[in-house]
């Protein structure tokens, strides 16, 4: 049977089929990705398509999710593919949702009360799904979200130190998310220590061209991250401005007159990258204006974005008393060795000493390990494989629910 | 003498430096202040200086401490839509004393002026112009305090100090990272509500939070109350929680829980800190409670072990400034005795001493 994953990033949407046979062997068949949907930068939007070991490439414009969806699903049957499920990325399932699920009337109506709590990209998705409930209307759908693989944070990592009444009406706490990215690293990282595994101490960036963050793992269980009620918490990315003062936005509406939605959407879709930069949520586009020696802030986004992780990585180097693995993932991590470089730069207090030469040569779509002879960290490159993580969700799900042989 | 104001709304608190003795007075910040100030000078001719705490300088004020002029007054002033009532009421101070006694120097000692020169990767928001140019930035805080720990930790040679933690313990616990005597990072951000969690204000969170509460219909008072008076250490708890409430080893398992979630928060500060300073030599603990804090100060420095740091097995608590740390350790620890009002007029002498040398 072939399962359909749809992985809507916050400006992309990357899609897989494969086909799993009845010994559970998962093989892939197409993939593709819409890149830059609905992003302002200097370069335009485009979709890629890979099957059967060619490579469909165009530049158009796509002004949003849905129609990349679209865009997919024609390519899809265009190439005659029968789909037979399709598994979904949703990032945040707020308190609804602690595992995968198929999507009945029931789940979507949750789904869509979950909208608020990521407002990028919670509202995308859905309009995805209903985009692919219309092109696939009697096949199952399901979905599988990004805030699971973090229901192992201790109280102490994931409560906000806000008035009791406050966090039990609102639920508010850390939730985190990527976590269908670090299930997939931690796996990776797992297979390469074997047995050794068990305690390791890892630290896992997922560096991507929309969000970014970091995770502290020991063991394979996340023990902290830096997302927190909604992605817009933790580091500084593309268009959002991670940790801020809460008190700013009072501020600015007390004193400067802001209204609130509009101060959200500032903070949401203006700033980060885009923000300090001023000309491009691209991070891309910001070194290739520093090596072009047109200073202006360009330096300050990349500095910052490169400061504000090394504030991360050292406090779960604190948490975790130490670290074995720096793991770098997802666009910018497994494509941006100037970035890994400079993230790596003066680590040696904790161990980790990078190989300039390994970093810059390493290719994005193998786990590399990136570290000198004389680091006492492994350093690695890994690309995440969320969608297959999603696929074998789904295998799960249907094996769960209709015994169903593969 | 020395007249030295600390604004603490709604009280006023000051001091009288005399021969060393300091004597603390405080009153209601109301119309009648000016006379209960007056109440307590036998004979405002002795008055030598006056020096006032501005505990956000904002764009106006950048350094640790200057001379107040009618020009640099205007820069005061300037700095209270930051930090409104604080800054307002010492502003009126300031207004009232410098007119009363016009011939002494009169001095403003700004908490954030050791932050004014923070790198910039450091002290920016990553939001866009429009908001930085609003004076929207990282000031950083406690300045007095943590110059005050590096120029100690300097003077008494604990290991070599070029990289130096600094960690203020107390109801309002912050961090401060120092590297060659300037300080590159702080806990405190735009206000002192971001950074630790403290007795009542929130600490770091998502800023998500804030538009959640608005679209639930609470006004930007109610906000501002909730997460500044009402959350930290008495919020997880449900009922007022201090930072002396935390030490040694609490009965109440509730309380335990809020002291380990503390204890967390600080130790992710320090080692983030640590990483930006590309290693620490120095961790240094300033208090008004050495003795009492000191299993606060042993724990940050036990969950550093990994990093080869040596704790010393028997600590005098009642030394000047106890070493936390062997001899032979790579990391030195260190707890200072911390006195605001002593600080603060060591700031506002040394001041005046520049400036009479260059008068």
């Known amino acids: ?406 | 003498m020395i007249l030295l104001f600390d604004p603490d709304p709604p009280l006023l608190r000051w001091c009288k430096v005399e021969n060393g003795n300091i004597t603390e007075h405080r009153c209601e910040f109301d119309s009648a202040w000016d006379e209960k100030v007056l109440g307590t000078i036998d004979d405002v001719r002795r008055i030598e200086a006056v020096g006032y705490v501005l505990y956000h300088g904002g764009q106006g004020v950048r350094e640790p401490a200057i001379l107040l002029t009618p020009e640099s007054l205007l820069n005061v002033e300037k700095s209270m839509q930051f930090l409104p009532e604080h800054n307002d009421m010492i502003v009126k101070v300031a207004g009232e004393w410098i007119a009363r006694l016009i011939n002494i120097p009169h001095i403003v000692v700004c908490d954030t002026g050791f932050f004014a020169g923070m790198p910039s990767e450091a002290s920016a928001y990553a939001v866009p112009f429009e908001l930085r140019r609003k004076g929207i930035r990282r000031y950083g805080g406690y300045g007095l305090c943590h110059q005050w720990v590096w120029e100690k930790s300097r003077s008494l040679r604990i290991n070599r100090c070029e990289k130096l933690i600094s960690v203020y313990l107390g109801d309002r616990t912050n961090v401060a990272a120092i590297r060659n005597g300037r300080a590159i990072e702080s806990s405190i951000g735009f206000t002192p509500a971001e950074g630790m969690l403290s007795s009542n204000s929130c600490g770091d969170i998502d800023p998500t939070i804030v538009f959640q509460l608005i679209s639930a219909g609470m006004s930007l008072e109610e906000i501002n109350q909730a997460l500044s008076q009402e959350a930290g250490f008495t919020g997880l708890l449900g009922r007022p929680c201090g930072f002396l409430d935390l030490l040694g080893e609490p009965d109440d398992s509730q309380v335990r829980s809020v002291k380990e979630i503390f204890l967390y928060a600080l130790r992710k500060y320090i080692g983030a800190f640590v990483s930006i300073l590309g290693g620490v030599d120095v961790i240094a603990f300033a208090t008004k409670y050495p003795e009492q804090s000191m299993d606060v100060q042993l724990d940050i420095l036990r969950s550093l072990e990994f990093l080869g740091i040596k704790k010393k097995t028997i600590i005098d608590p009642h030394a000047d400034h106890p070493i936390l740390t062997e001899k032979d350790s790579p990391i030195g620890g260190v707890c200072y005795h911390y006195d605001k009002w002593n600080v603060i007029n060591e700031r506002v002498k040394q001041l005046r001493r520049n400036g009479s040398e260059k008068r």
């Open chain 1, 1 to 406: 049977m072939n399962i359909l994953v749809l992985n809507c990033g916050s400006s992309s949407l990357t899609f897989k089929v494969f086909a799993v046979d009845d010994s559970e062997i998962i093989r892939e068949v197409l993939s593709g990705k819409a890149n830059r949907v609905g992003v302002k930068g200097t370069e335009p939007s485009s979709m890629e398509i890979h099957f059967e070991s060619k490579t469909y490439k165009e530049i158009l414009p796509i002004e949003d999710h849905r129609s990349a969806a679209a865009l997919a699903f024609e390519a899809i049957l265009g190439h005659g593919i029968v789909i037979h499920c399709i598994g979904h990325r949703f990032v945040h399932g707020g308190s609804y949702f602690k595992g995968s699920t198929f999507i009945d009337k029931d789940t979507f109506e949750k789904l869509n009360q979950c909208q608020p709590l990521a407002p990028i990209h919670n509202p995308v998705a859905l309009s995805v799904i209903r985009e692919a409930q219309k092109y696939f209307r009697d096949v199952p759908h399901y979905v599988v979200f990004d805030s699971a693989f973090h229901h192992s944070l201790p109280l102490y990592a994931y409560v906000y130190a806000l008035p009791k009444r406050l966090t039990e009406k609102f639920g508010f706490r850390k939730y985190g998310f990527h976590g269908i990215s670090y299930s997939s690293v931690t796996e990776d990282i797992s297979r390469l220590f074997g047995g050794a595994s068990g305690k390791l101490k890892v630290i896992a960036c997922h560096l991507g061209t929309g969000g970014s963050s970091v995770a502290a793992i020991k063991g394979n269980r996340s023990l902290d991250t830096s997302m927190g009620y909604s992605p817009l918490q933790g580091l500084m990315m593309s268009t959002r401005c991670g940790d801020i003062d809460p008190m700013l936005a009072i501020y600015l509406m007390t004193v400067h007159g802001y209204r609130s939605d509009d101060l959200m959407e500032i903070f949401s879709k203006k700033s980060g990258i885009l923000g300090v930069s001023g000309f491009s949520s691209d991070i891309r586009d910001i070194i290739k204006r520093i090596s072009d020696n047109e200073e202006d802030q360009a330096d300050l986004a990349l500095n910052m974005y490169v400061h504000r992780l090394r504030k991360y990585i050292g406090a779960y180097v604190a948490v975790l008393g130490g670290v074995d693995v720096l793991a770098f993932t997802d666009d910018i991590g497994v494509h941006n060795w100037l970035v890994r470089e400079k993230v790596c730069e003066e680590m040696g207090w904790c161990g980790v000493k990078l190989d300039t030469d390994l970093n810059r040569q390493a290719v994005p779509d193998a786990v590399t390990p990136l570290q000198s002879k004389d680091s006492k960290a492994v350093i690695l490159s890994i690309p995440t494989r969320e969608e297959l993580v999603i696929c074998r969700e789904g295998v799960k799900l249907l094996k769960h629910s209709n015994d169903i042989a593969f």
